[in-house]
Nanobody
Framework: QVQLVESGGGLVQAGGSLRLSCAAS????????MGWLRQAPGKEREFVAA????????YYADSVKGRFTISRDNAKKTVTLQMNSLKPEDTAVYYC????????????????WGQGTQVTVSS
């Protein structure tokens, strides 16, 4: 079991940057694929980015490719999402999630979830 706590959300103007962090506890973190997913008001939860257990493979939604970067530090048990060139449509609650198998672009395939952190991008 992995417990996840997100931080780093906030209010930023369009074109700005934010760095989200996810701190994990539990013995299995280093063997888990990790993902960032988001949910905007009135919308379904959607995939943003994912990373394999060793950081060797990363995946991004088309809407964030080239602007967001996911990374992890297994020694520190953290996963980071660097978000640049933010747009108002990036406004959502961002969740960190994990799964024991490889990375997935499907929210339903993640097992452990954090509580979420709000990101608001003003125009």
């Amino acid at each position: 079991q992995v417990q996840l706590v997100e931080s780093g959300g906030g209010l930023v103007q369009a074109g700005g940057s934010l760095r989200l962090s996810c701190a994990a506890s539990g013995r299995t973190f280093s063997s888990n694929a990790m993902g960032w997913l988001r949910q905007a008001p009135g919308k379904e939860r959607e995939f943003v980015a994912a990373i394999s257990w060793n950081g060797g493979s990363t995946y991004y939604a088309d809407s964030v490719k080239g602007r967001f970067t996911i990374s992890r530090d297994n020694a520190k048990k953290t996963v980071t999402l660097q978000m640049n060139s933010l747009k108002p449509e990036d406004t959502a609650v961002y969740y960190c999630a994990s799964r024991g198998a490889g990375p997935s672009t499907r929210a339903s395939e993640y097992v452990n979830w954090g509580q979420g952190t709000q990101v608001t991008v003003s125009s």
